[in-house]
């Protein structure tokens, strides 16, 4: 059964940080690379943040560069996005998705095969 589990969120000042996690089980970890999203209710779900398994290789929205940090623990399966300096304009559901990416193409912009249920980020100004 493929599994993803986010968690790690929760209530937080302006200019505080978080560390969201996303465990993975059920499917080949190093074909895939995992994708961050966060969704406001009435927005779009925006992707922020992605890192491909096969390079490590990374890419972030404008709105978050600088300021979170995607990382990988393939002892764990897991998937971290560190996030500081946060804003009241980051609070929002964030989840994790994975999309297979056997050849290595930049992960941004990928169609996600799997997701998890999100956690929750809320951002108190």
């Known amino acids: 059964e493929v599994q993803l589990v986010e968690s790690g969120g929760g209530l937080v000042q302006a200019g505080g940080s978080l560390r969201l996690s996303c465990t993975a089980s059920?499917?080949?970890?190093?074909?895939?690379?995992i994708n961050w999203f966060r969704q406001v209710p009435g927005k779009e779900r925006q992707e922020i943040s992605c890192?491909?398994?096969?390079?490590?290789?990374?890419n972030y929205a404008d709105s978050v560069k600088g300021r979170f940090t995607i990382s990988k623990d393939n002892t764990k399966n897991t998937i971290y996005l560190e996030m500081k300096n946060l804003k009241a304009d980051d609070t929002a559901v964030y989840l994790c998705?994975?999309?297979?990416?056997?050849?290595?193409?930049?992960?941004?912009?990928?169609?996600?095969?799997?997701w998890g249920q999100g956690t929750q980020v809320t951002v108190s100004s």
């Open positions: 059920g499917f080949t970890f190093e074909d895939h690379a």
């Open positions: 998705a994975a999309s297979w990416n056997g050849y290595g193409l930049p992960c941004f912009g990928r169609p996600s095969d799997y």
């Open positions: 890192i491909n398994h096969s390079d490590g290789s990374t």
